[in-house]
């Protein structure tokens, strides 16, 4: 198998997934999704329609081109694709940011080590039996490790989560962070993004259904390279929930804030006054997201921050760049290289319990995305 299939490869994310790839395997590459004409691609890029609720027509897709791996740019509904991937020996690369999403291609993993594949569940700094992971199992192996006997694994595939900007290069800086600090027991991340930033439809509907739910938490202020100190609110991305069960860190926060204050205040206070949560209904939510797709109020840069404590012992360690979608898309684009190269092993993880990418946020260097080391 050869092809590398990108569903959703027509959005903000997938279409520059689907150039970037095409670079390094030219003729490989297919967008699939619902409007196959809806991006500009290189002509080497073929193009497919694809609902993800037609299982059978996805099956027809990955046997018809032959899929070695899939780049899931969308979020669907349930864990069907992951599971659908899995079963046929074909590797993942899952760009959600939904925790509940993710616990259930975890759940993939479960199923598959039931027979107690992996050795020993959790261990001491969380390298799981064999060094598949460092630090990356959790506890009672709930995430498995390493290679498994049948279902996910049985094809040798691969499927990686936490893949992009938050979650994904949050977390990995998550890691570093809390490895310098021997052990983080609060890890506090702060994403800022560019308000000016054309954000795809899926990436503002999703923002809008988590400014209906309660905050977790309150807002902190702290100092964003380029931007200055900056107040950010809670938000539920999943690198949040992930970390914990990863790292085995007990208390993460992810918050956010846009790049233009203004924007950041009005946000919070319509939060506040819970009009995101009145507008929870299809319609109300629909028209939401399209008012606030047509807002573009600051530029296109973005930072993230990622603080661990322990103690009297603190790191914080950043990224800064330009253009999120661009920036997700490198993340996705290197992942699905390195596991078409061999270089992770089979089975369910989250980014941040691959070596092999650990160093990721260094290799992003030469694309802009620059590295910090803040002060406390």
Do not use: K
Not at 11 to 21: D, F
Not at 39 to 68: I, K, N
Not at 160 to 167: H, I, K
Not at 174 to 203: F, K, S
């Amino acid at each position: 198998m050869s092809g590398i299939l990108v569903i959703g490869g027509y959005g903000a994310v997938g279409a520059q997934v689907s150039t970037t790839l095409d670079e390094w395997f030219p003729g490989r590459v297919v967008a699939a999704g619902r409007r196959p004409g809806g991006a500009r691609l290189p002509g080497t890029v073929r193009r497919a329609r694809l609902d993800l609720a037609d299982v059978a027509g996805l099956e027809r897709l990955l046997d018809a081109e032959r899929v070695a791996a899939v780049v899931l740019c969308v979020e669907p509904a349930d864990a069907a694709v992951a599971e659908t991937c899995l079963s046929r020996g074909v590797h993942l690369v899952d760009v959600g940011a939904s925790d509940h999403l993710l616990r259930q291609v975890e759940d993939l993993a479960d199923r598959a080590t039931a027979g107690g594949a992996i050795a020993g569940g959790a261990t001491a700094g969380g390298a799981t039996a064999g060094g598949a992971t460092a630090g990356g199992a959790t506890a009672g192996g709930a995430i498995a490790g390493g290679a498994t006997a049948g279902g996910a694994t049985a094809g040798g595939a691969t499927a990686v989560l936490s893949v992009g900007l938050a979650p994904g290069l949050t977390n990995l800086l998550a890691r570093r962070a809390h490895e310098r600090v021997g052990g983080a027991q609060r890890i506090d991340i702060t994403v800022l993004l560019g308000a000016g930033e054309h954000h795809g439809a899926d990436a503002v509907a999703w923002t809008v259904a988590r400014l209906s739910l309660p905050a977790a938490g309150g807002s902190r202020r702290c100092v964003m390279p380029g931007y200055g100190r900056r107040t950010a609110y809670p938000l539920d991305f999943s690198d949040q929930h992930s970390l914990r069960r990863t790292l085995g860190v007990p208390a993460v926060t992810t918050r956010m804030c846009l790049d233009s204050a203004f924007s950041t205040t009005l946000l919070a206070g319509l939060r506040r006054l819970s009009v995101f949560r009145a507008a929870r209904g299809p319609l109300a939510r629909r028209l939401v997201t399209a008012a606030l797709s047509r807002v573009h109020i600051g530029g296109d840069g973005f930072a993230v921050r990622v603080d661990a404590v322990n103690r009297d012992r603190h790191v914080a360690l950043a990224l800064t760049g330009n253009a999120q979608s661009r920036a997700t898309a490198l993340v996705a684009a290197h992942v699905t290289r390195a596991v078409l190269g061999g270089e992770l092993p089979g089975g369910v993880h989250h980014i941040d319990q691959l070596p092999a990418l650990a160093d990721l946020p260094d290799r992003l260097a030469a694309y802009g995305i620059v590295p910090h080391t803040m002060p406390r």
